[in-house]
């Protein structure tokens, strides 16, 4: 069993940066692939990014990529999302999730975190 924690979500203007962190329970951490997702209003969850267990293999939904960085910290059972060059259509409540097989694909992932939201103004 895992639990996650999301936090850093805020308000902030387009073109700035923001950094979340999902801080994890449970002492397997470092077997799980960890990924962020987010769900905007109305529309349906999407996959942002994604990193295997070891950190050695990163994914990113192309809308993101060269803008985000998913990292994790095996020590510190965490994992961050750093998000640079925020736009508008980023706003979203992202989650945290956890699982065993890595990707992109939402039903691989075991557990999620409650969420934080991130609103970007233009």
């Known amino acids: 069993q895992v639990q996650l924690v999301e936090s850093g979500g805020g308000l902030v203007q387009a073109g700035g940066s923001l950094r979340l962190s999902c801080a994890a329970s449970?002492?397997?951490?470092?077997?799980?692939?960890m990924g962020w997702f987010r769900q905007a209003p109305g529309k349906e969850r999407e996959f942002v990014a994604a990193?295997?267990?070891?950190?050695?293999?990163?994914y990113y939904a192309d809308s993101v990529k060269g803008r985000f960085t998913i990292s994790r910290d095996n020590t510190k059972n965490t994992v961050n999302l750093q998000m640079n060059s925020l736009k508008p259509e980023d706003t979203a409540v992202y989650y945290c999730?956890?699982?065993?097989?890595?990707?992109?694909?939402?039903?691989?992932?075991?557990?999620w975190g409650q969420g934080t939201q991130v609103t970007v103004s233009s």
């Open positions: 990193i295997s267990w070891s950190g050695s293999r990163t």
């Open positions: 449970g002492r397997r951490f470092s077997y799980y692939a």
């Open positions: 999730a956890a699982g065993y097989r890595e990707g992109d694909y939402g039903g691989s992932y075991d557990y």
